[in-house]
């Protein structure tokens, strides 16, 4: 067995972070609960700012302290993040405590190549997360545990058991749980280490302390078997995020929306599948204080599923530059329900065919996403005579090489029978032309009719009908234009001559 | 052998010698041995040439399909990883056509092709019988709205009635040049166009992998562009285009070309536009007569 911890010091810092938007990095930022400090950032750190003072004295000694409060719940679902990320090495993946995940990689080593490469890779799987990780790994779950939280010597690889003990007789006592709370009458016996307490009666110290305290110890020594609970993925994914400010501009919804992206790219890799479409719920600040908060959803499919957060995040971008939101946003929940079960996408240098076609793809969901569905569009043949109604536009997205095979054999007949007889532009509505000497005009001047006419008559049984005899006529500057002449009586004032299209 | 000698004064650095006196620097040899240069600059990087001939741009340019147009541009054949700028009197002189070759040959390869704002709606059976793959083709508009067409009955307008600047557009088309996962690229653009547009999609198309074309109003003829090659089009007959090379890395063109498309008019019909009579007597074949068969060409 083979146990790999990675412990987290500043998640609840960073959690946090992540809900304060693009704000500078410098501000000395602490946590409070219950009027007490729980968590200082570096910054706060060199004001003086400790854990367990007073939010008074805190905010005494620093005045751009920025306070917020502690939630277990943001911190768990970042320590969810984490755990769905190393979920994609190994099935084997725990919760020790509030900031702690650990692994279990023993069958896992031969795929990924050695625990070395194991651990890099996992660190740059963890890397878009943005938390501070440090890990150690071990023989048994506990020391593994014990090893990542000692912050001076803990760190680094125990190849067995022996070496761990023998790492482990020298740590301090406080690493234990219970150790911490008892660290006052441990330190007043002068047992600082683990060493020490091994060496006292373990009858006494059971009843002087706790039985606990023993438990813990003979789990990270090996002495005592240690099951685990097994932490199992969701098969939807929701996760929420509650912005510190509200947040007022495009960008500061993105940073936000950026870490929950985040966590979407690592539950879907622990689940070996890829994104296919995700919904982003905004809540807004209600106006008045009895009405209901509005709220906005953006549904973002995907054409191509992908795991790229870059890609996702940009998709996402374009999509928000569209609309324009109703008040400033307080909450941003990402739902997922839908996956596709693909393999990882590819890391290759040299474009391929595969690499070069998804690129592609890639281009036309983010002009559509930006434009719109309707303005990105493929031209289908339709095989009817009614040059309007010959082609048709179909959104780019859906119809990937879809023209049916009657489409084509259709297309081929026309290859060989009306070589160049259609003109390329064809204008959506036919313009009507004025008529001299049963001639038509054009800018003023009269067409010289060349060719034709030729007649189509279709449409009689769809309400549509179209009689019509088409000439190719040159214009006044030699270009070659299509005119129709309607076949159906008109009134006698009414126009019957028509510009259909120019040959191109 | 005469020396030519080339007589300068010296500078003052060299102090110790009076200020005046002439001092031998470098020989030059005499025009004689200059008859051989000593080396051609296309030998020593390939983007250089001398004024009087053609360049040469850096990758293989596109051949066009059309003998008389490649042997006046640089490279033979349209430029690739650079932009080619034709301008129009009005859509519908025979551009399509002319580009058809190039676009049909981009296509070989299962590569796309994208067509940004095209001035009215193609005809997908005229496009399939130029030889384009329609399976391939996309086509991407702006969110603005767009009219075509001439002065008809009311006098309603048409030309190149366009919406203010289609940033929408050039920011579409920025990106699809980038991505380079596309054959070749067709854009319609405005006359008028933010100073810089240009600039950045000359530097955007470094990165696409073939021909791009812009088409635009004939009146943009007088606005300076960064288009390496700019062609002026005009209708010179029918199924005759007449081509005039604004711009091109190489001497001004002398006398444009006449270039002949594929046929759209039956030998008949062209004898009858170039006799200069309207012979179809369009008022024999009135709507009161009876039918005649549907391809009928008198």
Known sequence: ?504 | MIQKTVWAYSSLVNASLPLFQPRLLVSVPSAATLATPVTAPLAIHPSLWRAHQLGRTGADARTTGFDALDAVLPGRGWPVQGLSELLLPHPGVGELRLLAPALAAAQVGGRGLMWFEPPAAPCAWALSALGIDMRQLVVVRARQALAMGGKGQNGQKGRFERAPPAADILWALEHALKSGHLGAVVAWLPARLPADALRRLQLAAQAHGGPAFLLRPAVARHTPSAAPLRLVLSSAGPDLLGVAVLKRRGPPLAAPLTLELPQVLSPTALARALAGRASVDAAAVSPSSTPSSTDSRS
């Open chain 1, 1 to 504: 067995m083979w146990w790999l911890a990675l412990h987290l010091p500043q998640l609840s810092l960073e959690a946090f972070a992540a809900t304060l938007g693009d704000s500078s990095h410098d501000r000395p930022v602490a946590l409070v609960a219950d009027h007490r400090i729980t968590a200082v950032n570096a910054a706060a750190a060199q004001c003086g700012i400790q854990p367990g003072i007073k939010r008074a004295t805190a905010l005494a000694l620093s005045g751009e302290l920025l306070l917020g409060q502690a939630a277990a719940e943001r911190d768990a679902a970042a320590l969810q993040a984490v755990a769905h990320a190393a979920l994609a090495f190994t099935p084997a993946v725990t919760l020790h405590d509030t900031q702690t995940v650990l692994l279990e990689v023993h069958a896992s080593l031969r795929l990924f190549g050695g625990l070395a490469a194991l651990r890099r890779r996992l660190k740059e799987t963890l890397a878009p997360l943005g938390h501070a990780v440090h890990s150690a790994a071990a023989p048994t779950a506990l020391g593994a545990a014990l090893l990542a939280r000692w912050p001076d010597g803990g760190r680094g690889v125990t190849a067995d058991l022996p070496t761990l003990r023998a790492r482990l007789d020298s740590a301090p006592v406080w690493l234990l749980g219970p150790g911490k709370a008892h660290w006052d009458a441990l330190q007043g016996m002068g047992l600082h280490t683990l060493a020490d307490l091994r060496q006292m009666p373990r009858a006494g110290v059971a009843r002087r302390f706790s039985e606990e305290l023993l438990d813990e110890l003979d789990r990270a020594y090996g002495q005592r078997p240690d099951p685990r609970l097994w932490v199992e993925l969701p098969a939807a994914f929701e996760t929420r995020l509650e912005l510190f400010a509200r947040a007022d501009t495009t960008e500061q919804v993105l940073f936000g929306a950026a870490v929950l992206l985040a966590r979407l790219v690592a539950w879907a890799g622990a689940r070996q599948s890829r994104v296919a479409a995700f919904t982003l719920h905004m809540q807004h600040e209600p106006r008045h204080r009895e009405s209901t908060a509005p709220s906005t959803t953006l549904r973002i499919e995907l054409a191509e599923p992908a795991l790229d957060p870059a890609h996702l995040q940009t998709l996402l971008r374009e999509r928000l530059a569209r609309i324009t939101l109703a008040a400033p946003t307080l909450e941003l929940r990402l739902h997922c329900h839908q996956l596709v079960h693909a393999g990882p996408p590819n890391g290759e240098l040299f474009p391929s065919r595969g690499s070069e076609a998804e690129g592609l793809v890639r281009l036309l969901e983010r002009l559509r996403a930006r434009l719109g569905d309707e303005q990105v569009h493929r031209l289908q043949a339709v095989a009817d005579h009614r040059p309007e109604r010959a082609s048709r536009a179909v959104p780019a997205l859906t119809a990937v090489g879809a023209t049916t095979e009657v489409g084509r054999a259709a297309m081929k007949l026309v290859d060989s029978a009306l070589p160049l007889h259609r003109p390329v532009w064809l204008l959506p509505e036919p313009l009507p032309l004025s008529e001299r000497d049963t001639l038509p005009l054009l800018d003023g001047r009269p067409l010289q009719l060349l060719s034709g006419p030729e007649r189509i008559e279709a449409g009689w049984w769809d309400g549509t009908p179209a009689a019509r005899d088409y000439f190719i006529a040159q214009a006044e500057d030699s270009s070659l234009v299509w005119v129709w002449r309607s076949r159906l009586p008109v009134a006698a004032g009414e126009v019957n001559w028509f510009l259909q299209g120019r040959f191109g």
